[in-house]
């Protein structure tokens, strides 16, 4: 069976190539399980040599590598080659974070020496998403790497190339064969991976897709799992400059046409004229965002939707949220003369309706109103996600209190919500993930630790009881 990967702006054929049978994913974990004993004994040292010269190979294909991340997303330019910078950034944090958090320590003991050190797993099964699909894998692959785990990586069917062009350069940086593989396919192909006895499921993707993940592995305990999901992320925008809010907010809920999981999905505002002002600021701006190809001159700020099919997805949801009662601000439209992927940017008044607590992965923001702060982390709360939340307020008091009460992995104040620092921990609760953080610890569920108690020599010990 063939696999393509397609233009979600042009709708021109990106890639094409064989999709990966379940015989190909047991051949795959075979040539992992062969390789896996000689690269975990490879010296951390080398390890180290071979992911920087993994850097150095993607600075060397850096606007190649972003140009195919664009052409297949959809997203713009400025975005993929962000995206890239990302990657190589990656690098220099994941040793350092495998040197803090999943290193060699000791401490003298009366006997000798008591030691802890950190082991790979085995072969980890890494299930990539198509909104960042060289950064998001490459968060789980370099420090599985690092600490001496072998990889068999399926990306997301919709960005095939990508993963292609990522392997070259692992390759070219001198990583033996077996360490790192690609498998193609879509659904399939996954389940068939995930059946081969692997040592660890790393993922990023949708909630729903975490659940099913969950269940599958219920009677497999010695499979780790780290699962970094969706969220419908609040962000409560309470005092200050409206327009400066509505800038914040713009990219928050709009960035990458609105396909990161961190999006804001609410929008929380005071009753009144303060939430007033914030809102008709918020939709004179995000009315006129620019949408354009990766390759338009000069860049827009969104882009498609992966596909039309996510773009009709949208649509549903929208008409949805319409049905439930909510009002429209900004409607979702179609952007003429572009492919059906385009949408406009959406915003809708769902105070007081009953609407599903989900994410819906495009460019349309609820809007909620509230009578006082407390009802407003009540609401921002009123979720089974996690993930991201944010504040924008000038009041310490109030952040104090926000970065206290919120329940999310990333809060953030007077930033987008969408905002993270790699060298920090990226992960949420609830339906956002198992507690098992990306980012910076990555480093935690890539190796085991392994604690000792150490004497050079054999000495006799006193046995209470026996002269």
Excluded at 316 to 334: D, I, N, S, T, V
Excluded at 415 to 421: H, M, Q, V, W
Excluded at 437 to 452: N, W
């Amino acid at each position: 069976m063939m696999l393509q990967s397609i233009d979600p702006a042009s709708g021109e054929i990106v890639w094409e190539g064989p999709t990966h049978a379940a015989a190909d994913c047991e051949a795959a974990l075979h040539r992992a399980r062969g390789a896996f004993a000689g690269w975990a004994r490879t010296p951390l040292e080398q390890r180290v040599a071979i992911v920087r010269a993994f850097a150095e190979a993607l600075k060397a294909d850096s606007e190649a590598l972003a140009e195919l991340i664009s052409r297949e997303t959809g997203k713009l330019l400025w975005d993929s080659r962000g995206e890239v910078a990302a990657m190589i950034g990656k690098v220099e944090i994941s040793i350092a974070a495998q040197a803090e958090r999943a290193g060699v320590r000791e401490q003298a003991m009366p006997f000798g020496r008591a030691v802890l050190r950190h082991r790979p797993h085995g072969v980890m099964a890494v299930l990539g998403p198509y909104n960042f699909p060289g950064h998001l894998p490459n968060g789980h692959i370099v420090p599985a790497l690092l600490a001496g785990n072998c990889v068999i990586f399926k990306p997301s069917e919709e960005t095939p190339a990508t993963a292609e062009r990522v392997a070259r350069a692992w390759a070219a940086a001198g990583l033996p064969e077996g360490v790192l593989q690609v498998v193609q396919g879509g659904r399939e192909t996954g389940e068939a991976l995930l059946a081969t006895d692997i040592d660890g499921l790393l993922f990023t993707g949708s909630a729903q897709a975490g659940r099913i993940f969950r269940k599958a592995f219920a009677d497999r305990p010695a499979v780790i799992l780290a699962l970094e999901l969706g969220g419908n992320n609040p962000l409560i925008a309470w005092d200050g400059d409206a327009e400066a809010m509505a800038t914040v907010i713009v990219h928050s809920a709009f960035i990458t046409t609105g396909q990161r999981c961190s999006c804001a999905r609410r929008l929380i505002v005071p009753v009144g004229a303060e939430g007033d002002r914030v809102i008709d600021a918020l939709t004179a701006v995000a009315g006129k965002l620019p949408a354009s190809a990766w390759n338009d001159t000069p860049d827009g700020f969104m882009g498609p939707l992966i596909s039309a099919r996510a773009a009709e997805a949208a649509r549903a949801a929208y008409a949805g949220l319409l049905e439930r009662g909510a009002k429209p601000l900004l409607p979702l439209a179609e952007v003429a003369g572009r492919s059906a992927a385009f949408t406009s940017a959406a915003i809708v008044d769902v105070t007081g309706c009953d609407v599903p607590d989900r994410e819906i992965f495009a460019p349309l923001l609820q809007i909620d109103r509230v009578a006082n702060f407390d009802r407003a982390i009540e609401r921002a709360n009123a979720t089974a996600f996690g993930l991201s939340a944010g504040l924008l307020s000038a009041d310490e008091a109030l952040w104090e209190r926000f970065s206290l009460e919120a329940r999310a992995g990333v809060i953030n104040r007077n930033r987008p919500i969408t905002g993270a620092s790699s060298a920090m921990p990226f992960g949420g609760l609830g339906e956002s993930g198992n507690h098992r953080p990306s980012a910076y610890y990555a480093a935690d569920y890539c190796a085991f630790p392994a604690a000792s108690l150490e004497a050079a020599d054999i000495e006799a010990m006193a046995i209470p009881g026996l002269a």
